[in-house]
């Protein structure tokens, strides 16, 4: 009777033990399912790999002798493509700026090709970005179809974004290259450093787009006129990106 009684109660606690197994089991199974899914990537990441920006510059030429003193404002423009998708970026950008003759046939024109690589960073609230390329730059001082400067050479950049409020945010950029090239002025190869600088407000429309309105900047040294002065452009600048 006693040895019955055992049987049944081994049988109970089989029973018992193998539904509780099973129970964790099946638990830990679906708990893993969970846990090993992919997690989506950040919308930031996940869309908007293409952005192409338009750039309209309103700009008025200096230099350090007073050459273009009689010279108004005029506008030129900047444009940009981009891909990042996950790593490094791929950009290629364009300016032209051409100003006009005042009271003689001298006055500058200006362009650029760049091509570059760029990546993110954060320092501290702020929203970074590192660029390293290659530019290609023409300047030219009449109304002739030849460059008195053509030149290539490295080119640096950052960008730092902040938010403000709600869609608003401030950004500060800057952009160092160092072109060498053809100098006709000169009769000979020279460097021409060049720099430029930013600032301003930036109006967030959704992920993908944004429009900035605020000031540029932009020192050619050592490339006008025959005893090598330098040529600045200074104005204000508007800036439409769209993201796809």
Same mark, same amino acid.
């Given at each position: 009777?006693?040895?019955?009684?055992? !049987?049944?109660?081994?049988?109970?606690?089989?029973?018992?033990?193998?539904?509780?197994?099973?129970?964790?089991?099946? =638990? &830990?199974?679906?708990?893993?399912?969970?846990? =090993?899914?992919?997690?989506?990537?950040?919308?930031?990441?996940?869309?908007?790999?293409?952005?192409?920006?338009?750039?309209?510059?309103?700009?008025?030429?200096?230099?350090?002798?007073?050459?273009?003193?009689?010279?108004?404002?005029?506008?030129?423009?900047?444009?940009?493509?981009? $891909?990042?998708? &996950?790593?490094?970026?791929? /950009?290629? /950008?364009?300016?032209?700026?051409?100003? =006009?003759?005042?009271?003689?046939? $001298?006055?500058?024109?200006? =362009?650029?090709?760049?091509?570059?690589?760029?990546?993110?960073?954060?320092? &501290? *609230?702020?929203? #970074?970005?590192?660029?390293?390329?290659? /530019?290609?730059?023409?300047?030219?001082?009449?109304?002739?179809? !030849?460059?008195?400067? %053509?030149?290539?050479?490295? !080119?640096?950049?950052?960008?730092?974004?902040? *938010?403000?409020? #709600?869609?608003?945010?401030?950004?500060?950029?800057? /952009?160092? %290259?160092?072109?060498?090239?053809?100098?006709?002025?000169?009769?000979?190869?020279?460097?021409?450093?060049?720099?430029?600088?930013?600032?301003?407000?930036?109006?967030?429309?959704?992920?993908?787009? $944004?429009?900035?309105?605020?000031?540029?900047?932009?020192?050619?040294?050592?490339? %006008?006129?025959?005893?090598?002065?330098?040529?600045?452009?200074?104005?204000?600048?508007?800036?439409?990106?769209? &993201?796809?």
């Amino acid at each position: 009777m006693c040895h019955m009684h055992d !049987t049944v109660m081994k049988k109970h606690i089989t029973n018992i033990a193998t539904t509780a197994a099973a129970v964790v089991l099946s =638990t &830990g199974l679906q708990a893993g399912e969970v846990v =090993t899914q992919p997690m989506a990537p950040p919308v930031s990441a996940a869309t908007c790999p293409w952005e192409i920006t338009a750039s309209a510059l309103y700009l008025k030429a200096h230099s350090n002798e007073d050459a273009f003193n009689d010279q108004d404002q005029e506008f030129g423009y900047r444009l940009e493509v981009a $891909y990042q998708n &996950g790593g490094l970026g791929y /950009r290629l /950008r364009y300016f032209d700026w051409e100003g =006009t003759g005042g009271s003689s046939d $001298y006055y500058p024109e200006m =362009t650029a090709w760049d091509l570059e690589v760029f990546d993110g960073f954060q320092l &501290g *609230g702020w929203d #970074g970005e590192y660029a390293v390329g290659i /530019r290609y730059a023409t300047y030219e001082v009449d109304y002739s179809n !030849t460059a008195d400067f %053509s030149g290539w050479g490295p !080119t640096l950049g950052i960008e730092l974004t902040h *938010g403000l409020s #709600g869609a608003f945010s401030i950004y500060a950029e800057g /952009r160092a %290259s160092l072109v060498y090239g053809d100098d006709d002025d000169n009769y000979d190869d020279s460097f021409v450093p060049i720099l430029e600088l930013g600032a301003g407000i930036q109006y967030d429309i959704n992920d993908c787009t $944004y429009v900035r309105l605020g000031f540029e900047a932009q020192n050619w040294a050592s490339i %006008s006129s025959n005893d090598n002065e330098d040529t600045g452009l200074f104005g204000g600048a508007l800036e439409v990106a769209f &993201g796809s």
